[in-house]
């Protein structure tokens, strides 16, 4: 289901977890959930490098302090990692009720930035600033040089096992999404996105894209369809400087850092909690968990004030929250056969029958309210009599709509 940002933003709920009590963030890097301990974790470019810990309440307390520019991390097992711009990989324990750091591992590059597993032992880190990928053997606490080609700053990198790939997107001007294969360590481009500064790329569990970036001034979230060829989706802009993503499957939500106003925002999937995302929810505002549709008009059943005839629109002339489609064209008493806003017939609609029946023969725009005196099919010459009559003579009341 594509829908634009103002469909998204009227159905959707944007958390801002800014500041509840005191603020820890500065220059928010990286951010990652942490679901066995209930709580978002996230990094600080600034202030000596910090990991700021927040629960499902706002609250901000430090998981550890002097590490470094922090920049992005992921959560392996009970272990934390942190890439940090000191050229480092450090691990640290996530349920120990003091951290320590369990691995250290010096990197030579000055643009570590990203991290992605490909479920077989190894990290995949992005050096932006030598346009390499290296790989990572965490048990031996190795690395070397994966791909050192056709890379202009790689940034944000995402492991595709389905399709057994790197998803990597790039800081500065090169604007494509692009992929490696992780046997061969072949380069190819997917999509020519037309941006800049291409941060973070996240996938979620209906393999949805969702790219951060900032070009000039304006700064996007966007989400591409798994086959990255329809045109994708602004899911929300006006954000300071965007750096990193995260998908947290559990409570099906895009968790933002924005470095620039010192925050992260949390954007909500599946807003009714039907298991059903944003993209192939067809009734996002109630619980519908099969996403039925018997008139099959795109609106789910559960939502749709037609259930079994076809309306896109979901018309409801009247709002009493039954579909103009089921409550057919005529409302009110019979007679208004010009349809206009003025229900009680007139002048005007005897008119518009006579114009019907001898002159242009044009349809009429609803043949229940033309059928003024009741008999049923198509209007005749005992509709005008009975308007004429009802207006003019007994002013005898015309009856009420089927």
């Given amino acids: 289901m594509n829908k634009t940002i103002a469909l998204v933003m009227l159905f959707l709920l944007i958390f801002s977890l800014t500041l509840t009590a005191q603020n820890l ?3 928010p890097e990286g951010v990652v959930f942490d679901s066995l301990n209930n709580r978002y974790l996230v990094s600080n470019w600034r202030d000596g490098g910090s990991i700021v810990q927040i629960d499902d309440q706002g609250n901000q307390t430090y998981f550890f302090q002097g ?12 272990i934390l990692y942190v890439c940090v711009m000191n050229n480092t990989l450090v691990g640290l324990s996530l349920n120990d009720p003091e951290p320590e750091i369990v691995s250290y591992l010096p990197i030579a590059t000055s ?8 479920y077989e032992g190894y990290f995949y880190a992005t050096d932006w600033s030598g346009g390499r990928i290296l790989k990572i053997d965490i048990a031996a606490q190795t690395y070397s040089v994966f791909v050192n080609h056709d890379l202009t700053s790689p940034c944000g990198i ?4 389905v399709k057994n790939r790197l998803l990597v997107c790039s800081f500065g001007g090169n604007p494509y999404i692009q992929a490696v294969d ?3 360590g072949a380069v190819s481009n997917i999509v020519n996105t037309g941006w800049e500064n291409l941060d973070d790329i996240v996938m979620d569990r209906d393999r949805n894209f969702y790219v951060s970036s900032w070009t000039g001034s304006v700064t996007s979230v966007h989400r591409f369809d798994s086959t990255f060829f329809l045109p994708p989706d602004l899911i929300n802009t006006g954000y300071g400087i965007l750096v990193d993503l995260c998908y947290n499957e559990r409570d099906k939500v895009i968790a933002i850092a924005n470095s620039q106003q010192d925050s992260f925002e949390l954007f909500e999937l599946d807003s009714d909690e039907d298991n059903s995302l944003l993209w192939t929810d067809n009734c996002l505002e109630k619980y519908n ?6 008139d099959g008009d795109g609106v789910g059943d559960s939502c749709d004030n037609c259930i079994e005839t076809y309306n896109p629109g979901q018309e409801d002339i009247n ?4 579909g103009d489609a089921c409550e057919g064209c005529c409302n009110g008493l019979r007679g208004n056969a010009d349809c206009s806003e003025i229900e009680e017939p007139d002048i005007s609609d005897i008119t518009r029958l006579i114009d019907f029946l001898y002159i242009t023969h044009l349809e009429l725009c609803c043949e229940e309210e033309g059928d003024a005196d009741g008999s049923g099919g198509e209007p005749d010459i005992s509709d005008i009599t009975r308007l004429i009559d009802y207006l003019y003579i007994s002013h005898n009341p015309l009856a009420d709509c089927p």
């Fill in 289 to 294: 968990p099969l996403n039925e549709d018997t």
């Fill in 158 to 161: 995402l492991m595709d096992s």
């Fill in 111 to 118: 643009g570590f930035h990203d991290i992605a597993y490909d």
């Fill in 25 to 27: 963030l500065n220059e």
């Fill in 319 to 322: 709002q009493n929250d039954i």
């Fill in 67 to 78: 590490l470094g520019n922090c920049a992005n991390m992921y959560i392996l097992d009970t």
């Fill in 182 to 184: 992780i046997v061969t």
